[in-house]
């Protein structure tokens, strides 16, 4: 492995891709990447993504653990994308060659209102950002900024080996109103999930809708069963506690989910990329606090 750490690093990688050394990256993968494609269709695949190419230039760079980090290039024209994970030994986990899409004509529009993130300690950005590659909810219009946020501590989201959710950081976290508003919805009583298990016949789990100014809404998901302590109808403040992070939902694991839209409808609204307070916008592997 130390001959292999000097081959292909995330400071190498794409010059040794745009030269073609492909065999070289496909020895550095790990064993379940090899187990999924050959090397036969690893050299087609990567020699034919690379026609046309002038460059790759680096995108993004961002901490996934202490032992994970991701590198997103896009090519010249800005319309290819490579997406790598190296371990701290630079095995390579993954590697994904896709279309760099983009949806200019909202990624241009932020909300009128300005947000805090919905919490009270330090968090991590799990998934965020306006990629695929950095926020899998990009795709999907109605959650196309949202945010997924985790604790972490010495690399992990949890303690120890993890049998329950009270071993995760996140679990029983306080979660707090990202804005003055109205609430609209709540959902309180979904039992949360055992380790292992998802619900995906209630997706959001328990949540909370508010209602803000400029008609804009956010949505906050995956709270513990009961712990949300607001009410319909009732008005809050920025700040104010709402409820306990849990694992309810399509969830694997205690986080939070949040989001602002443009519809009380979270199904067939409209996600809004959030401005937050003092122009700073969190992506995947930041580390952010309640004054982010």
């Known amino acids: 492995m130390n001959n292999i750490q000097r081959c292909i690093t995330g400071e190498t990688f794409c010059a040794k891709f745009s030269k073609g050394e492909f065999q070289s990256i496909y020895n550095q993968t790990a064993s379940n990447f090899k187990e999924l494609i050959t090397i036969e269709q690893f050299m087609e695949l990567t020699s034919s993504f690379n026609t046309g190419v002038q460059n790759y230039s680096l995108e993004s760079e ?28 630079d095995v390579i986990h993954s590697l994904l060659l896709a279309p760099y899409e983009t949806y200019p004509e909202t990624d241009n529009e932020f909300s009128k209102n300005t947000y805090m993130l919905p919490i009270q300690d330090e968090w991590f950005v799990f998934w965020g950002g306006a990629n695929q590659f950095i926020n899998y909810h990009y795709e ?51 039992v949360d ?28 998901a995956h709270f513990k069963q009961n712990s949300i302590v607001v009410e319909e109808g009732q008005l809050i403040k920025q700040s104010q506690l709402v409820g306990l992070c849990g694992n309810s939902g399509n969830s694997s694991e ?14 067939n609204g409209k996600s809004i990329r959030i401005r937050f307070l003092g122009d ?13």
């Open 62 to 89: 961002t901490r996934l653990t202490d032992h994970l980090r991701h590198y997103l290039w896009l090519d010249n024209e800005k319309i290819k994308a490579i997406s790598v994970t190296f371990d701290h030994d």
């Open 140 to 190: 999907i219009k109605e959650q196309r900024y949202a945010y997924d946020l985790v604790i972490v501590n010495d690399g992990q989201s949890y303690r120890d080996i993890p049998t329950s959710n009270e071993d995760f950081y996140a679990f029983n976290k306080e979660v707090v109103a990202p804005c003055d508003g109205r609430v609209v919805k709540v959902v309180n009583s979904i």
């Open 193 to 220: 999930n055992e380790l292992g298990s998802t619900n995906v016949s209630n997706p959001e789990g328990n949540y909370v809708i508010i209602q803000h100014a400029n008609n804009e809404y956010s949505l906050i």
């Open 254 to 267: 205690p986080h939070i989910h949040f989001q602002v839209m443009n519809s009380y409808n979270h199904h």
């Open 280 to 292: 700073y916008e969190p992506i995947q592997g930041d580390f952010v606090k309640p004054s982010n």
